[in-house]
């Protein structure tokens, strides 16, 4: 039997906690606009579904137990989000885009660079290596066969996920006009990139 009320009642908390993916999708929403911060929210729900499988057929607990993979996951990671909050805070640092095209009114940041900057930003975050393995079976009961229930268990993750970065999409986007006026948006560019920054050398310097 499979504890969905217990489990959507944690989700919440774990989902509402403010993380790298939500620094991520504000920061592409208010430099590419809601296209962009949407796809950014779909891009981390799809690389959330991909550690759901992952967990569903035992492949995240063998990486974990991998102490070489692990430790290899766990440095692209916190590289990839020191990576992304360089680039927001040089971008704060020059006052304008790296792309002309942005002071023309055009987003800095395409849909399809955003959508994988979401699905990279969550595939290389090593907590979820731990996360889901730790987190699903804890709502499966041990007798029960545990692929399907792991599997939706996980999907109703991704799912809630994807409505709560898409609501931050929409909040900051109906906002935007207002956010992207040169000092805040630097502002806010500067305050994700350091964000961004320290998640990834925590990430970097954690035991797991």
Request: proline share 5%.
């Amino acid at each position: 039997m499979t504890d969905v009320a217990g489990f959507v009642a944690l989700a919440i908390v774990v989902i509402v906690t403010p993380g790298p993916d939500t620094a991520l999708t504000i920061r592409n929403t208010l430099v590419g606009g809601r296209p962009a911060g949407i796809a950014t929210a779909v891009g981390v729900a799809l690389g959330q579904g991909t550690w759901s499988l992952a967990t569903s057929v035992g492949v995240s607990a063998l990486l974990v137990a991998a102490e070489p993979a692990f430790a290899a996951l766990k440095l692209a990671g916190a590289a990839y989000l020191i990576y992304l909050g360089a680039q927001s805070l040089w971008s704060a640092y020059r006052g304008r885009s790296a792309h002309p095209t942005v002071d023309a009114g055009l987003p800095r940041v395409r849909t399809a660079t955003a959508l994988r900057q979401g699905v990279l930003s969550n595939l290389t975050n090593p907590k979820m290596a731990v996360f889901f393995p730790s987190l699903l079976p804890q709502f499966v009961a041990a007798d029960a066969p545990a692929f399907l229930p792991l599997l939706g268990l996980g999907i109703v993750f991704c799912l809630m996920t994807l409505s709560w970065l898409t609501g931050y999409a929409f909040a900051v986007a109906r906002a935007g006009d207002v956010l992207r006026r040169s000092g805040i948006r630097r502002a806010i560019e500067a305050v994700t990139g350091v964000v961004l920054v320290a998640f990834g050398i925590r990430v970097a310097v954690s035991s797991r």
